[in-house]
Protein backbone atom coordinates (compact mmCIF):
# COMPACT_ATOMS: atom_id res chain seq x y z
CA UNK A 1 0.00 0.00 0.00
CA UNK A 2 1.33 3.24 -0.84
CA UNK A 3 2.02 5.45 1.61
CA UNK A 4 0.04 8.82 2.78
CA UNK A 5 -0.01 11.65 4.82
CA UNK A 6 -3.15 11.67 7.07
CA UNK A 7 -5.86 13.90 6.10
CA UNK A 8 -5.19 16.12 8.83
CA UNK A 9 -2.48 17.26 7.08
CA UNK A 10 0.33 17.17 10.39
CA UNK A 11 1.34 13.88 9.65
CA UNK A 12 3.74 13.03 7.11
CA UNK A 13 5.50 10.05 5.56
CA UNK A 14 8.54 8.28 5.95
CA UNK A 15 9.56 9.94 2.44
CA UNK A 16 8.08 13.28 3.77
CA UNK A 17 9.77 13.22 6.90
CA UNK A 18 13.56 12.43 5.14
CA UNK A 19 12.97 15.03 3.09
CA UNK A 20 12.56 17.84 5.42
CA UNK A 21 15.54 16.09 8.17
CA UNK A 22 17.55 16.23 5.23
CA UNK A 23 18.34 12.92 5.68
CA UNK A 24 18.19 9.29 3.99
CA UNK A 25 14.47 7.28 5.34
CA UNK A 26 17.00 4.51 7.03
CA UNK A 27 18.29 7.59 9.01
CA UNK A 28 14.36 8.33 10.09
CA UNK A 29 13.79 5.00 11.54
CA UNK A 30 17.39 5.58 13.23
CA UNK A 31 15.99 8.22 14.99
CA UNK A 32 12.46 6.61 15.96
CA UNK A 33 14.98 3.41 17.44
CA UNK A 34 16.63 5.96 19.43
CA UNK A 35 13.59 7.42 20.52
CA UNK A 36 14.14 11.17 18.81
CA UNK A 37 11.29 10.40 17.03
CA UNK A 38 7.99 8.73 17.21
CA UNK A 39 5.58 7.64 14.97
CA UNK A 40 2.35 6.02 14.17
CA UNK A 41 1.16 3.58 12.17
CA UNK A 42 -0.64 3.86 8.90
CA UNK A 43 -4.25 1.75 9.53
CA UNK A 44 -4.75 -0.90 7.71
CA UNK A 45 -1.13 -0.22 5.77
CA UNK A 46 2.57 -1.09 6.12
CA UNK A 47 3.77 2.71 6.49
CA UNK A 48 4.29 4.88 8.78
CA UNK A 49 3.62 8.35 9.55
CA UNK A 50 5.13 11.36 12.01
CA UNK A 51 4.22 14.70 13.45
CA UNK A 52 5.15 17.55 11.40
CA UNK A 53 5.63 19.84 14.87
CA UNK A 54 8.08 17.53 16.08
CA UNK A 55 9.65 16.83 12.90
CA UNK A 56 10.67 20.26 12.90
CA UNK A 57 11.59 20.26 15.86
CA UNK A 58 14.38 17.32 15.60
CA UNK A 59 15.66 19.84 12.72
CA UNK A 60 16.40 22.51 14.76
CA UNK A 61 18.16 20.33 17.55
CA UNK A 62 20.42 18.77 14.94
CA UNK A 63 20.64 21.58 12.63
CA UNK A 64 20.30 19.32 9.83
CA UNK A 65 20.39 21.11 6.15
CA UNK A 66 16.99 20.76 4.39
CA UNK A 67 17.26 19.95 1.11
CA UNK A 68 14.77 20.37 -2.12
CA UNK A 69 13.22 17.03 -3.56
CA UNK A 70 13.41 18.10 -7.00
CA UNK A 71 17.21 19.11 -7.33
CA UNK A 72 18.94 18.13 -4.51
CA UNK A 73 20.15 21.69 -3.86
CA UNK A 74 20.17 23.32 -0.45
CA UNK A 75 16.69 24.70 0.97
CA UNK A 76 15.64 26.67 4.50
CA UNK A 77 12.32 26.33 5.29
CA UNK A 78 10.53 29.94 5.23
CA UNK A 79 6.99 31.13 5.16
CA UNK A 80 7.34 34.56 3.92
CA UNK A 81 8.15 34.31 0.02
CA UNK A 82 6.56 31.46 -2.18
CA UNK A 83 7.06 31.36 -6.59
CA UNK A 84 4.76 29.10 -8.62
CA UNK A 85 3.55 28.66 -11.68
CA UNK A 86 4.64 32.05 -12.77
CA UNK A 87 3.37 33.88 -10.02
CA UNK A 88 4.69 35.04 -6.31
CA UNK A 89 3.11 35.08 -3.18
CA UNK A 90 3.72 37.56 -0.10
CA UNK A 91 2.71 34.94 2.94
CA UNK A 92 0.35 33.38 0.54
CA UNK A 93 -1.46 36.70 -0.73
CA UNK A 94 -0.69 37.64 -4.49
CA UNK A 95 2.44 40.42 -4.25
CA UNK A 96 2.08 41.74 -7.75
CA UNK A 97 -1.73 42.86 -6.47
CA UNK A 98 -0.34 43.72 -2.59
CA UNK A 99 2.16 46.01 -4.29
CA UNK A 100 -0.27 47.46 -6.94
CA UNK A 101 -3.29 48.18 -4.38
CA UNK A 102 -0.57 49.63 -0.62
CA UNK A 103 2.41 51.25 -0.12
CA UNK A 104 5.68 49.79 0.13
CA UNK A 105 5.40 50.65 4.15
CA UNK A 106 2.27 48.83 4.32
CA UNK A 107 3.29 45.56 2.26
CA UNK A 108 6.67 45.54 4.36
CA UNK A 109 4.52 45.44 7.77
CA UNK A 110 2.48 42.41 6.10
CA UNK A 111 6.21 40.83 5.12
CA UNK A 112 7.06 40.93 8.59
CA UNK A 113 4.02 40.85 10.71
CA UNK A 114 1.30 39.33 8.74
CA UNK A 115 -0.64 41.98 9.85
CA UNK A 116 -1.78 45.10 7.09
CA UNK A 117 -1.24 48.49 9.35
CA UNK A 118 -2.81 51.56 6.54
CA UNK A 119 -1.52 53.96 6.53
CA UNK A 120 2.01 52.71 8.60
CA UNK A 121 4.35 55.58 7.56
CA UNK A 122 8.53 55.16 8.56
CA UNK A 123 10.31 57.82 10.26
CA UNK A 124 13.91 58.60 10.59
CA UNK A 125 15.12 59.08 14.27
CA UNK A 126 17.38 62.21 14.27
CA UNK A 127 20.49 60.88 15.73
CA UNK A 128 20.75 57.89 13.08
CA UNK A 129 20.03 60.30 10.07
CA UNK A 130 22.41 63.07 11.13
CA UNK A 131 25.08 60.00 11.75
CA UNK A 132 24.56 58.68 8.13
CA UNK A 133 24.28 61.31 6.84
CA UNK A 134 27.65 62.68 7.91
CA UNK A 135 29.33 59.52 7.34
CA UNK A 136 28.10 59.26 3.58
CA UNK A 137 28.88 62.92 3.29
CA UNK A 138 32.57 62.12 3.90
CA UNK A 139 33.20 59.63 0.80
CA UNK A 140 34.66 60.05 -2.36
CA UNK A 141 32.33 61.83 -4.96
CA UNK A 142 32.49 58.87 -7.30
CA UNK A 143 30.85 56.39 -4.75
CA UNK A 144 28.00 54.16 -6.11
CA UNK A 145 24.95 54.09 -4.35
CA UNK A 146 25.81 50.43 -2.79
CA UNK A 147 28.70 52.46 -1.15
CA UNK A 148 26.92 54.66 0.52
CA UNK A 149 24.03 52.50 1.64
CA UNK A 150 26.46 50.12 3.40
CA UNK A 151 27.99 53.32 5.04
CA UNK A 152 24.91 54.36 6.12
CA UNK A 153 23.82 51.27 7.88
CA UNK A 154 26.72 51.11 9.35
CA UNK A 155 26.40 54.42 10.87
CA UNK A 156 23.06 53.69 11.81
CA UNK A 157 23.55 50.83 13.96
CA UNK A 158 26.55 52.36 15.71
CA UNK A 159 23.90 55.42 16.67
CA UNK A 160 21.76 52.30 17.82
CA UNK A 161 22.39 51.04 21.54
CA UNK A 162 19.90 48.75 21.09
CA UNK A 163 21.10 46.94 18.05
CA UNK A 164 22.13 44.44 19.63
CA UNK A 165 18.60 43.39 21.20
CA UNK A 166 17.21 40.94 18.79
CA UNK A 167 13.90 40.51 20.28
CA UNK A 168 11.22 40.75 18.02
CA UNK A 169 9.45 44.33 18.75
CA UNK A 170 13.11 46.04 19.27
CA UNK A 171 14.02 44.59 15.87
CA UNK A 172 11.06 46.02 14.31
CA UNK A 173 11.56 49.04 15.55
CA UNK A 174 15.09 49.07 14.39
CA UNK A 175 13.75 48.57 11.17
CA UNK A 176 11.02 50.93 10.88
CA UNK A 177 13.63 53.77 11.50
CA UNK A 178 16.80 52.31 9.56
CA UNK A 179 14.81 52.41 6.15
CA UNK A 180 14.03 56.31 5.96
CA UNK A 181 17.47 56.68 7.50
CA UNK A 182 18.72 55.20 4.36
CA UNK A 183 17.05 57.09 2.04
CA UNK A 184 17.27 60.38 4.24
CA UNK A 185 21.40 59.53 4.06
CA UNK A 186 21.78 59.56 -0.35
CA UNK A 187 22.69 63.22 -1.83
CA UNK A 188 19.83 65.01 -3.93
CA UNK A 189 20.24 63.92 -7.36
CA UNK A 190 21.35 67.73 -8.68
CA UNK A 191 22.06 68.91 -5.33
CA UNK A 192 18.52 70.06 -4.42
CA UNK A 193 15.82 68.40 -2.73
CA UNK A 194 12.28 68.80 -3.36
CA UNK A 195 10.18 69.18 -0.23
CA UNK A 196 7.95 66.29 0.37
CA UNK A 197 5.87 68.68 2.19
CA UNK A 198 5.18 70.68 -0.54
CA UNK A 199 1.47 71.65 -0.59
CA UNK A 200 1.86 71.31 -4.75
CA UNK A 201 3.83 68.21 -4.49
CA UNK A 202 1.57 64.85 -4.81
CA UNK A 203 -1.06 63.71 -2.58
CA UNK A 204 1.35 61.02 -1.61
CA UNK A 205 4.11 62.62 -0.78
CA UNK A 206 3.86 61.32 2.93
CA UNK A 207 5.40 57.81 1.74
CA UNK A 208 8.43 56.31 1.25
CA UNK A 209 8.37 56.34 -2.53
CA UNK A 210 7.85 60.18 -2.32
CA UNK A 211 11.29 60.71 0.00
CA UNK A 212 13.14 58.92 -2.70
CA UNK A 213 12.16 60.35 -5.60
CA UNK A 214 14.39 63.52 -4.98
CA UNK A 215 17.55 60.95 -4.58
CA UNK A 216 16.93 59.63 -7.79
CA UNK A 217 16.36 62.83 -10.10
CA UNK A 218 16.27 66.45 -9.91
CA UNK A 219 12.86 66.44 -11.98
CA UNK A 220 9.66 67.11 -10.27
CA UNK A 221 7.32 63.86 -9.50
CA UNK A 222 3.86 63.48 -10.77
CA UNK A 223 1.25 60.77 -9.18
CA UNK A 224 2.06 58.68 -12.10
CA UNK A 225 5.45 57.91 -11.87
CA UNK A 226 5.41 58.25 -7.92
CA UNK A 227 2.73 55.37 -8.02
CA UNK A 228 5.51 53.43 -10.67
CA UNK A 229 8.04 54.03 -7.96
CA UNK A 230 6.06 53.30 -5.06
CA UNK A 231 5.00 49.89 -6.37
CA UNK A 232 8.35 49.29 -7.69
CA UNK A 233 9.60 49.26 -4.31
CA UNK A 234 7.13 46.90 -3.05
CA UNK A 235 7.15 44.03 -5.93
CA UNK A 236 10.88 44.03 -5.19
CA UNK A 237 11.14 43.29 -1.27
CA UNK A 238 11.65 40.00 -1.59
CA UNK A 239 12.12 37.53 -4.15
CA UNK A 240 12.68 33.59 -2.57
CA UNK A 241 15.68 32.75 -1.66
CA UNK A 242 18.35 34.86 -3.84
CA UNK A 243 21.98 35.09 -2.84
CA UNK A 244 21.64 38.30 -1.02
CA UNK A 245 18.92 37.16 1.10
CA UNK A 246 20.89 33.84 1.68
CA UNK A 247 23.69 36.18 2.54
CA UNK A 248 21.27 37.75 5.15
CA UNK A 249 19.87 34.81 6.36
CA UNK A 250 23.47 33.40 7.48
CA UNK A 251 24.63 35.98 9.32
CA UNK A 252 20.77 36.17 11.25
CA UNK A 253 21.59 32.42 12.23
CA UNK A 254 24.86 33.69 13.69
CA UNK A 255 22.41 36.13 15.59
CA UNK A 256 23.92 39.12 13.81
CA UNK A 257 21.51 42.27 14.57
CA UNK A 258 19.26 43.53 12.26
CA UNK A 259 22.12 46.13 10.92
CA UNK A 260 24.71 43.61 9.93
CA UNK A 261 22.35 41.80 8.51
CA UNK A 262 21.26 44.43 5.81
CA UNK A 263 24.74 44.43 5.55
CA UNK A 264 25.72 41.13 4.36
CA UNK A 265 22.67 41.90 1.98
CA UNK A 266 24.41 44.50 0.81
CA UNK A 267 27.87 43.09 0.65
CA UNK A 268 26.57 40.53 -1.77
CA UNK A 269 24.97 43.38 -4.33
CA UNK A 270 28.45 44.74 -4.67
CA UNK A 271 28.89 41.77 -6.66
CA UNK A 272 27.56 42.34 -10.51
CA UNK A 273 25.36 39.49 -10.74
CA UNK A 274 22.12 40.32 -8.29
CA UNK A 275 21.01 43.73 -8.10
CA UNK A 276 22.65 45.79 -11.03
CA UNK A 277 20.82 44.13 -14.03
CA UNK A 278 18.89 47.52 -14.26
CA UNK A 279 21.90 49.36 -15.17
CA UNK A 280 22.75 47.13 -17.65
CA UNK A 281 18.97 47.54 -19.31
CA UNK A 282 19.33 50.93 -18.43
CA UNK A 283 21.96 51.75 -20.55
CA UNK A 284 20.85 49.35 -23.16
CA UNK A 285 17.79 51.63 -23.32
CA UNK A 286 19.29 54.83 -23.71
CA UNK A 287 21.61 53.45 -26.44
CA UNK A 288 18.31 52.28 -28.29
CA UNK A 289 16.70 55.27 -28.15
CA UNK A 290 19.92 56.95 -29.61
CA UNK A 291 20.42 54.85 -32.14
CA UNK A 292 16.18 54.61 -32.98
CA UNK A 293 16.53 50.92 -32.77
CA UNK A 294 17.06 48.12 -31.00
CA UNK A 295 18.26 45.81 -34.09
CA UNK A 296 22.12 47.16 -34.16
CA UNK A 297 21.67 47.23 -30.32
CA UNK A 298 21.01 43.98 -30.22
CA UNK A 299 23.65 43.07 -32.57
CA UNK A 300 26.42 44.70 -30.95
CA UNK A 301 25.42 42.75 -27.20
CA UNK A 302 25.15 39.14 -29.13
CA UNK A 303 28.22 39.77 -31.32
CA UNK A 304 30.43 40.61 -27.74
CA UNK A 305 29.11 37.37 -26.56
CA UNK A 306 26.75 39.21 -23.79
CA UNK A 307 23.11 38.46 -22.59
CA UNK A 308 20.75 40.92 -23.93
CA UNK A 309 19.94 42.27 -20.30
CA UNK A 310 16.41 42.41 -18.88
CA UNK A 311 14.91 39.39 -20.61
CA UNK A 312 14.77 35.77 -19.03
CA UNK A 313 14.29 35.13 -15.27
CA UNK A 314 14.89 31.35 -14.25
CA UNK A 315 12.39 31.59 -11.70
CA UNK A 316 9.71 31.83 -14.38
CA UNK A 317 9.18 29.78 -17.39
CA UNK A 318 6.26 33.08 -18.81
CA UNK A 319 6.65 36.49 -18.04
CA UNK A 320 7.78 37.78 -14.44
CA UNK A 321 4.95 38.86 -13.35
CA UNK A 322 6.31 41.81 -11.50
CA UNK A 323 7.55 43.67 -14.74
CA UNK A 324 3.89 43.26 -16.29
CA UNK A 325 2.75 44.86 -13.19
CA UNK A 326 5.13 47.68 -13.40
CA UNK A 327 4.76 48.06 -17.08
CA UNK A 328 0.97 48.72 -16.82
CA UNK A 329 1.85 51.17 -14.37
CA UNK A 330 4.00 53.35 -16.30
CA UNK A 331 1.39 52.93 -19.96
CA UNK A 332 0.15 55.85 -17.41
CA UNK A 333 3.32 58.01 -17.36
CA UNK A 334 2.97 60.33 -20.18
CA UNK A 335 7.16 60.30 -20.54
CA UNK A 336 7.60 56.98 -20.36
CA UNK A 337 6.00 56.33 -23.96
CA UNK A 338 9.40 56.15 -25.90
CA UNK A 339 11.39 54.30 -23.33
CA UNK A 340 8.39 51.85 -23.47
CA UNK A 341 8.49 51.56 -27.16
CA UNK A 342 12.38 51.19 -26.90
CA UNK A 343 11.60 48.32 -24.72
CA UNK A 344 9.04 46.47 -26.47
CA UNK A 345 11.16 46.74 -29.79
CA UNK A 346 13.87 44.89 -27.30
CA UNK A 347 11.90 41.81 -26.94
CA UNK A 348 10.46 41.94 -30.29
CA UNK A 349 14.23 41.74 -32.29
CA UNK A 350 15.47 39.24 -29.21
CA UNK A 351 12.21 36.98 -29.00
CA UNK A 352 12.07 36.61 -32.97
CA UNK A 353 13.06 32.84 -32.63
CA UNK A 354 12.69 31.97 -29.36
CA UNK A 355 10.12 33.20 -26.97
CA UNK A 356 11.48 35.70 -24.38
CA UNK A 357 10.31 38.01 -21.82
CA UNK A 358 10.78 41.21 -20.00
CA UNK A 359 12.09 40.72 -16.69
CA UNK A 360 11.97 43.22 -13.82
CA UNK A 361 14.94 44.81 -14.64
CA UNK A 362 13.57 46.19 -17.78
CA UNK A 363 10.79 47.78 -16.20
CA UNK A 364 12.72 49.22 -14.14
CA UNK A 365 15.17 50.89 -16.61
CA UNK A 366 12.14 51.89 -18.68
CA UNK A 367 10.98 54.14 -15.36
CA UNK A 368 14.54 55.13 -14.82
CA UNK A 369 15.48 56.03 -18.44
CA UNK A 370 11.53 58.15 -18.48
CA UNK A 371 12.50 59.88 -15.26
CA UNK A 372 15.71 61.22 -16.45
CA UNK A 373 17.44 58.59 -13.69
CA UNK A 374 21.08 57.80 -13.81
CA UNK A 375 21.96 53.89 -14.81
CA UNK A 376 22.26 53.17 -10.97
CA UNK A 377 18.83 54.35 -10.19
CA UNK A 378 17.46 50.96 -10.29
CA UNK A 379 20.29 49.49 -7.96
CA UNK A 380 19.10 51.82 -5.45
CA UNK A 381 15.60 51.32 -5.63
CA UNK A 382 16.48 47.76 -5.71
CA UNK A 383 18.36 47.71 -2.69
CA UNK A 384 16.09 50.13 -0.58
CA UNK A 385 13.35 48.02 -1.36
CA UNK A 386 15.09 44.51 -0.40
CA UNK A 387 16.32 45.67 2.99
CA UNK A 388 12.85 44.99 4.37
CA UNK A 389 12.64 41.69 2.75
CA UNK A 390 16.54 41.05 4.18
CA UNK A 391 14.56 41.79 7.79
CA UNK A 392 11.91 39.78 7.41
CA UNK A 393 14.06 36.49 6.79
CA UNK A 394 16.29 38.15 9.69
CA UNK A 395 13.20 37.87 11.88
CA UNK A 396 12.34 34.34 10.75
CA UNK A 397 15.54 32.70 10.92
CA UNK A 398 15.67 34.20 14.81
CA UNK A 399 13.08 31.37 15.10
CA UNK A 400 15.50 29.04 14.19
CA UNK A 401 18.33 27.01 15.61
CA UNK A 402 21.36 29.42 15.87
CA UNK A 403 24.27 29.16 13.63
CA UNK A 404 21.88 25.97 11.81
CA UNK A 405 23.83 26.95 8.65
CA UNK A 406 26.75 25.52 8.33
CA UNK A 407 27.65 23.45 5.67
CA UNK A 408 30.27 20.58 5.59
CA UNK A 409 33.46 21.46 2.97
CA UNK A 410 33.87 19.10 0.27
CA UNK A 411 37.98 18.76 0.51
CA UNK A 412 39.81 18.26 -2.93
CA UNK A 413 42.94 19.17 -1.99
CA UNK A 414 46.21 16.85 -1.56
CA UNK A 415 45.56 13.71 0.77
CA UNK A 416 47.30 14.09 4.07
CA UNK A 417 50.05 13.73 5.42
CA UNK A 418 51.83 16.02 3.07
CA UNK A 419 55.60 16.87 4.03
CA UNK A 420 56.09 20.43 5.29
CA UNK A 421 56.71 23.26 2.74
CA UNK A 422 60.17 23.96 2.23
CA UNK A 423 61.56 27.45 1.30
Same mark, same amino acid.
Given at each position: MTERAEADGQRLTTRETAERLGVKPETVYAYVSRGQLSSSRIPGGRGSTFDAAEVDALARRTGRRETAPATGEPAVRTGITLIADNRYYFRGVDATELAARYAYEEVAEWLWTGELRPGVRFTAPEQAMAAARQAVGALPVHCGPTDRLRVAVVAAAAADPLRFDLSRETALGGARSLIPTLVAALPAAGGREHDARDPAGPATSSGLAAQLWPKLTARRPDEPSLAALNTALALLIDHD???????????????????????? @?? &???? @???? @???????????? #????? !????????????? &??????? !??????? #??? =?? =???????? =?????????????????? /?????????????????????? &??????? #? /?????? =? /???????????????????????HYTGPRPPQPLPSP
Open positions: LAASTLAARVAASARAHPYAVVSA @GL &GVLE @GPLH @GAASGLAHRMLA #EVLER !GGAAPVVADHLRA &GRRVPGL !GHRLYTG #EDP =RA =RTLFGLLE =RVPQAGPALAAAQNVVAT /TARDVPLHANVDLALAVLSVAS &GMPAEAG #E /TVFAIS =R /TAGWIAHALEEYEERPLRMRPSG
